[in-house]
């Protein structure tokens, strides 16, 4: 009795299951991308238009500032390649050591009043019962003013004779001051107008934050006996800590930019005491027309701030 036996199947030929699995497979893969790809097509054209708007009024800019940095550049004529001499002689400059003072001093006196002023003022609306919102607009009100309005505005209370702070200062016969016309005291006028102008925006994330802290925590440390001061070290600024070192970033980058206030209400003076980095590459391209030499010291504030954010971030960051 003789059994069937298989057909016989060329060597050389794959097997047909494996070659049936191939394709399909691959399909599947290719229509998933194909269905991403369509279902995300609205959000990749919203992202192109953002990277677009980038590209165009951010990145080249400063991409063409960092050429000119190494160029004589003279608007109307061809560019002359000079390397570092920019840089030299920025350096070289009076006024150059001078700015960077004056800017580092308002960058501390702004953390000083600036940094700590919102926070409280966070605090204080937090525990408001009535007219929150009454204040919280009051509190934002200057934040909406255009800074040249807000600049301007100041300048008019600095004014020593008929200035609003020196009439009140009169009334209650205390001693005036020369506030922005003295050298002493110019810098530190113009970081009250700054933080009065910028706090507005910070004090609402504060109060943000600080709504968002667990009530239970502030329950128990009231029963351990915590007064006031102990409930805000041990509770507020603990769960506040990550948002405090972002504002606290992002306000130092901001200060070291300062150029409205000195150039509305003081124009650098008196004794260039206000004289700031950005105010000092305002005059270079503006005033001087050394276009070259404006870009090197803003290459220059580009490197120091891009710098001091990455060792901020490296020294603050946490597992979280």
């Not at 400063?62 to 002689?89: C, L």
């Not at 934050?209 to 009231?222: D, F, T």
Request: glycine share 6%; with cysteine; hydrophobic share 55%.
């Amino acid at each position: 009795m003789k059994t069937a036996q298989a057909p016989q199947r060329s060597a050389a030929a794959p097997p047909p299951s494996i070659k049936g699995a191939a394709r399909p497979a691959g399909h599947a893969r290719a229509d998933r991308w194909r269905r991403a790809l369509v279902h995300n097509l609205r959000a990749y054209a919203f992202l192109i238009g953002g990277i677009v708007c980038f590209a165009v009024f951010s990145w080249y800019p400063a991409i063409r500032a960092i050429i000119i940095s190494f160029q004589k550049y003279i608007p109307g004529s061809d560019p002359e390649w000079v390397g570092f001499d920019n840089f030299t002689a920025v350096f070289h400059d009076p006024e150059f050591a001078t700015a960077w003072k004056n800017t580092a001093m308002f960058t501390v006196f702004a953390l000083v009043i600036g940094f700590a002023v919102p926070f409280l003022m966070a605090l204080v609306l937090n525990e408001l019962r009535h007219a929150k919102s009454f204040f919280r607009i009051v509190v934002y009100l200057p934040v909406m003013i255009p800074p040249v309005v807000s600049a301007l505005l100041w300048k008019w209370f600095y004014d020593p004779d008929a200035g609003l702070i020196n009439e009140v200062l009169r009334f209650l016969h205390l001693p005036t001051s020369d506030w922005i016309f003295s050298a002493d005291t110019a810098l530190v006028s113009l970081v009250l107008v700054s933080t009065w102008a910028n706090m507005g925006g910070t004090v609402l994330i504060y109060l943000a934050a600080l709504q968002g802290i667990p009530g239970e925590l502030y329950e128990a440390a009231e029963l351990d006996g915590a007064n006031i001061f102990q409930r805000v070290r041990h509770v507020t600024i603990p769960q506040t800590r990550f948002v405090m070192l972002m504002l606290m970033l992002l306000q130092i980058i901001a200060t070291m930019q300062v150029f409205t206030e000195p150039f509305v209400i003081t124009g650098g003076g008196p004794e260039a005491s206000t004289t700031t980095v950005l105010y000092l590459i305002y005059k270079y391209a503006f005033s001087y027309q050394n276009f070259g030499g404006a870009c090197a010291l803003s290459a220059m504030l580009l490197v120091l701030l891009s710098l001091f954010s990455a060792v901020y971030l490296w020294l603050t960051r946490t597992k979280d």
